[in-house]
């Protein structure tokens, strides 16, 4: 079967760094994304990964490896509104997304 | 209005209530999703609306009728559900196809409780 893989959740301090892994098993690989949502809040597109290598965004930056069938998301300085889930989803050989069940990130000040 | 609109945002039905959840998007895009979204576990896809045609229907219970008028609007028109049918339930957008397929953008979720 397609498993999404990431942890539940995550504990990290303002001002520091936190990086969420996601592990993949999938039929086939046409790109892997990231979204955040807020707690009651719509799902937003953070990044979408599809070569190997690591995609910067400001603050934010993914990884992808396909040989290991693995992704992250490095977040930086972090602020007390990163507070979200951080969902993974892969999208496999038929176009369909498969997703993880979310990271829930905490940050403390 | 920009973006993906659900109404309402909270829902409470009896199981032998009918409603139904609206969704309107805004983005000229021509592909649209209802998804079940459940505490602690992986997106559901419910149905995916192409070109305003029904393309998928993930083995849905047929409690659940969705409807695509037009390719701005979907609604899901629920009947006699199930306590366990309580969940955030979210809309999303994207192109059909090109490089912005896949590319969803969703609605902030109608909430659903059945009592």
């Known amino acids: 079967g397609q498993n999404i893989d990431q942890p539940t959740e995550m504990t990290a301090t303002e001002g520091a760094i936190v990086q969420i892994n996601c592990t993949y098993q999938?039929?086939?690989?046409?790109?892997l994304f990231w979204y955040q949502q807020h707690a009651g809040e719509a799902p937003t597109f953070l990044s979408y990964?599809?070569l190997d290598g690591l995609e910067e965004k400001g603050r934010f930056s993914s990884f992808l490896s396909r040989s290991k069938g693995y992704s992250y998301l490095l977040l930086k300085e972090l602020q007390m509104k990163d507070s979200a889930s951080y969902l993974c989803?892969?999208?496999?050989?038929?176009?369909?997304?498969?997703w993880g069940a979310g990271t829930k990130l905490i940050i403390k000040p | 209005e920009t973006g993906v609109t659900q109404t309402p945002r909270h829902l409470v039905m009896g199981m032998t209530n009918k409603k139904s959840l609206k969704c309107e998007q805004h983005?000229?895009?021509?592909?649209m999703y209802w998804y079940k979204q459940s505490a602690k576990k992986p997106l559901e896809l419910m149905f995916v609306?192409?070109?305003?045609?029904?393309?998928e229907n993930n083995s849905v219970p047929s409690r659940f009728s969705p409807e695509c008028p037009n390719s701005s609007h979907l609604f899901l028109h629920l009947h006699t559900l199930q306590p366990e049918d309580s969940a955030l339930y979210l809309c999303?957008?994207?192109?059909?196809?090109?490089?912005?397929?896949?590319?969803?953008?969703f609605g902030a979720g109608s909430r659903l409780t059945v009592l």
């Open positions: 999303a957008s994207s192109q059909a196809s090109g490089s912005g397929a896949n590319v969803l953008t």
């Open positions: 983005l000229g895009h021509n592909a």
């Open positions: 609306y192409s070109l305003e045609e029904r393309v």
């Open positions: 999938t039929s086939g690989f046409n790109g």
């Open positions: 990964n599809v």
């Open positions: 989803a892969v999208r496999d050989s038929n176009y369909q997304l498969i």
